[in-house]
């Protein structure tokens, strides 16, 4: 039998929103499990995208989605398992991602902030992403103070 979770529930009256912390030693599948179904009840609200990929679709978490881009004209969405087709356009699908997750930065991309694994703002103007997966992008210097804003 697995060790049980030890859930604590501490009111404070300054704090008007729920927030969880996951104490543990290292990052393990169970701790991405209690993760995911805390995510998956909480952002009910959100809905799946669909991606079409080898003629077939798939229906997408947005949890999945570590970006979403127009490459040749196409729209675009990377994730950890692979690169899908959208139907839709960029706009509709930014009114549709939930906004905490997901920040544009370029006229042609939107992220996943829970996939970045890191920034470099070493380059005067532009703020060079790379992923949780390794993949890289560029920020457009336009959406560099937003993305700062986002981030704090």
């Known amino acids: 039998m697995k060790n049980p979770v030890e859930i604590r529930i501490q009111i404070d009256r300054q704090c008007h929103d729920p927030v969880i ?3 543990t030693d290292q990052k393990t599948q169970r701790v991405e499990d209690i993760v995911h179904a805390v995510e998956t009840c909480t952002d009910s609200s959100y809905p799946l995208i669909a991606g079409y990929q080898d003629g077939e679709m ?9 970006r979403v881009y127009v490459e040749a004209r196409k729209v675009r969405i990377h994730t950890a398992d692979g690169t899908y087709d959208s139907r839709k356009t960029l706009s509709w699908l930014e009114t549709v991602l939930n906004g905490e997750r997901f920040i544009r930065i370029s006229r042609f991309e939107i992220v996943n ?8 703002f070493s380059i005067a103007g532009t703020v060079h992403i790379v992923f949780d997966d390794g993949s890289v992008t560029w920020a457009a210097r336009r959406y560099v103070r937003a993305i700062q804003q986002a981030l704090n």
């Open 21 to 23: 912390v996951i104490h």
């Open 58 to 66: 798939e229906l997408l978490s947005q949890r999945d989605i570590i």
């Open 113 to 120: 902030i829970r996939k970045i694994a890191r920034f470099d």
